[in-house]
């Protein structure tokens, strides 16, 4: 089974600050890696899938990076409404199953 | 417009079972893969199974295997997941997902199951 490690486990920050998650995969998973947004009691949102490619509707200040086992998510500016836990995603071929990363907790400074 | 309904929430006694359903729209079940993915309370995502794009049966997680079956009734365009012998662990929301390449681009607002005795 591929794990996903993300770090750090929480940040604090202000609104208008930057900020880069990471997650780390146990091997390569190509540029199979999503990144969702989830706020409390909400469904996950997709933000980005295959590595760096937004979703429908994600602003322009999310933007994800990475290939192999090394991601990123930054955040250009960080807005009110982005403190929130965000997690990665990978697919993997075989076995066939996805894995979520632990998440990251953005939280207000 | 893509939309998954979830049924509501279930509150179970422990070796029980439960079944959740997801009727979905947009053609989600003739096109797309979709899964089923859970989260405890103050916990992270866990992917449980679904249909892989690359496969026309179902996968699981190797953890439920044996105690979880998926169906999918694609004429109603409803999905359902059903999880036996429940223990106080299996207490989460169950979400079903839209599985979109690798990733899940439509969620259900989740179901919530509770385990207790």
């Known amino acids: 089974e591929i794990v996903l490690t993300q770090s750090p486990a929480t940040l604090s920050l202000s609104p208008g600050e930057r900020v880069t998650l990471s997650c780390r995969a146990s091997?390569?998973?190509?540029?199979?890696l999503a990144w969702y947004q989830q706020k409390p009691g909400q469904a996950p949102r997709l933000l980005i899938y295959?590595?760096?490619s937004r979703a429908t509707g994600i602003p322009a200040r999310f933007s994800g990076s990475g290939s192999g086992t090394d991601f990123t998510l930054t955040i250009s500016t960080l807005e009110p409404e982005d403190f929130a836990v965000y997690y990665c995603?990978?697919?993997?071929?075989?076995?066939?199953?996805?894995?979520f990363g632990q998440g990251t907790k953005l939280e207000i400074k | 417009q893509v939309h998954l309904v979830q049924s509501g929430a279930e509150v179970k006694k422990p070796g029980s079972s439960v079944k959740v359903s997801c009727k979905t729209s947009g053609g989600t079940l003739t096109m797309f893969a979709l899964s089923w993915v859970r989260q405890a309370p103050g916990q992270g995502l866990e992917w449980m199974g679904g249909?892989?794009?690359?496969?026309?049966?179902?996968n699981f997680a190797q953890k439920f295997q044996g105690r979880l079956t998926i169906t999918a009734d694609k004429s109603t365009g409803t999905a359902s997941m059903e999880l036996s012998n429940l223990r106080s662990e299996d207490t989460a929301v169950y979400y079903c997902?839209?599985?979109?390449?690798?990733?899940?681009?439509?969620w259900g607002l989740g179901t919530l199951v509770t385990v207790s005795s």
């Open positions: 295959d590595a760096s």
């Open positions: 995603q990978q697919r993997s071929h075989w076995p066939p199953e996805y894995t």
């Open positions: 091997q390569s998973v190509g540029n199979y």
């Open positions: 249909s892989i794009p690359i496969s026309t049966t179902p």
């Open positions: 997902a839209r599985g979109n390449g690798s990733d899940f681009d439509y």
